[in-house]
T-cell receptor, first 115, second 115 residues
Framework: AQSVTQLDSQVPVFEEAPVELRCNYS??????LFWYVQYPNQGLQLLLK??????LVKGINGFEAEFNKSQTSFHLRKPSVHISDTAEYFC?????????????FGKGTKLTVNP | NAGVMQNPRHLVRRRGQEARLRCSPV?????VYWYRQLPEEGLKFMVY????????ESGMPKERFSAEFPKEGPSILRIQQVVRGDSAAYFC?????????????FGQGTRLTVV
């Protein structure tokens, strides 16, 4: 079974500051990794995903994440945040093999960008 | 070019009533997933369906909950005899094919409140 731990439930930052949202996972098999963003009262939107290849993945809205297999981490970063980045961010993992399509989500990190 | 459509967006039910949540996937998508989001929690997988078939229902409560995805029409998540603990946001996602590497598109969710 897979599990995901998002180490920070809330992250407040000032506008134009850098931010890192941490995600660690546990799995006995190879996995795919995802970051989703949820704006208030909205559904989830895919920010980026790691399937294979380069461990540095670039996504939408200037976000990027780095897959670190030895540390089982997939932290999300942005060098300079905007007010509009205020949202909840979810890290998720899916099995790379074995036919299970479901995703396992972390509990989320609420990012608040202050002026 | 509509995305995943869920209705209703908000649903209020009294204890003991039935709740029916509908999900129309992206046109051409034959794979549907239901997730539940409890307050302050991440999304929890409930069920994965393909047209007319339940593929994985390992996340569905054993009683009162059922799901279907008929040949024609939307997918339906049905909750009988609702209780206060069923209050949550229910999200539907669809994808064009199977495999955790295939992007799942999420709807805006149905927020169920049991009073």
């Amino acid at each position: 079974a897979q599990s995901v731990t998002q180490l920070d439930s809330q992250v407040p930052v000032f506008e134009e500051a850098p931010v890192e949202l941490r995600c660690n996972y546990s799995s006995s098999v190879s996995v795919y990794l995802f970051w989703y963003v949820q704006y208030p009262n909205q559904g989830l939107q895919l920010l980026l995903k790691y399937l294979s290849g380069s461990t540095l993945v670039k996504g939408i809205n200037g976000f990027e994440a780095e897959f670190n297999k030895s540390q089982t981490s997939f932290h999300l970063r942005k060098p300079s945040v905007h007010i509009s980045d205020t949202a909840e961010y979810f890290c998720a993992v899916g099995r790379a093999q074995g036919g299970s399509e479901k995703l396992v989500f972390g509990k989320g990190t609420k990012l608040t960008v202050n002026p | 070019n509509a995305g995943v459509m869920q209705n209703p967006r908000h649903l209020v039910r009294r204890r003991g009533q039935e709740a029916r949540l509908r999900c129309s996937p992206v046109k051409g998508h034959s794979h549907v997933y239901w997730y539940r989001q409890l307050p302050e929690e991440g999304l929890k997988f409930m069920v994965y369906l393909q047209k007319e078939n339940i593929i994985d229902e390992s996340g569905m409560p054993k009683e009162r909950f059922s799901a279907e995805f008929p040949k024609e029409g939307p997918s339906i998540l049905r909750i009988q005899q609702v209780v206060r603990g069923d209050s949550a946001a229910y999200f539907c996602a669809s994808s064009p094919s199977q495999g955790a590497n295939t992007e799942a598109f999420f709807g805006q969710g149905t927020r169920l409140t049991v009073v």
